[in-house]
């Protein structure tokens, strides 16, 4: 069974940056797709950004393109988000995801297989 330790979240400024880390348990981490969703206080969880296990597919949601940066390490079993430009919207508890290996990255919820316990951001303004 895959587990996905999150850290690095916070209480930040507005305009602050922040790098989250998430590491992955199984062997399989270099063939599996990987992403970050956020869930706001009494708000669904939503898609933030995803990436490929090559890193070869990037994907965002529109808000967040251009601020953040989501990337791999495939020697250390981790995924990263590099959060800039915060803004007190991005408020929420970031998640890390991991869906079944050899399968695309995708916006979906439904189709990751694995979670972590998620971290905290907080952006004051």
């Known amino acids: 069974q895959v587990q996905l330790v999150e850290s ?28 970050w969703f956020r ?30 940066t989501i990337s791999r390490d495939n020697a250390k079993n981790t995924v990263y988000l590099q959060m800039n430009s915060l803004r007190p919207e991005d408020t929420a508890v970031y998640y890390c995801a991991s869906r079944a290996p050899n399968l695309v990255p995708t916006a979906r919820a439904p189709d990751y297989t694995s979670w972590g316990q998620g971290t905290q951001v907080t952006v004051s303004s």
């Open 39 to 68: 869930q706001a206080p009494g708000k669904e969880r939503k898609f933030v950004a995803a990436i490929s296990r090559r890193s070869d597919g990037l994907h965002y949601v529109e808000s967040v393109k251009d601020r953040f």
């Open 8 to 35: 690095g979240g916070g209480l930040v400024q507005a305009g602050d940056s922040l790098r989250l880390s998430c590491v992955h348990s199984a062997r399989t981490f270099n063939s599996t797709a990987m992403a």
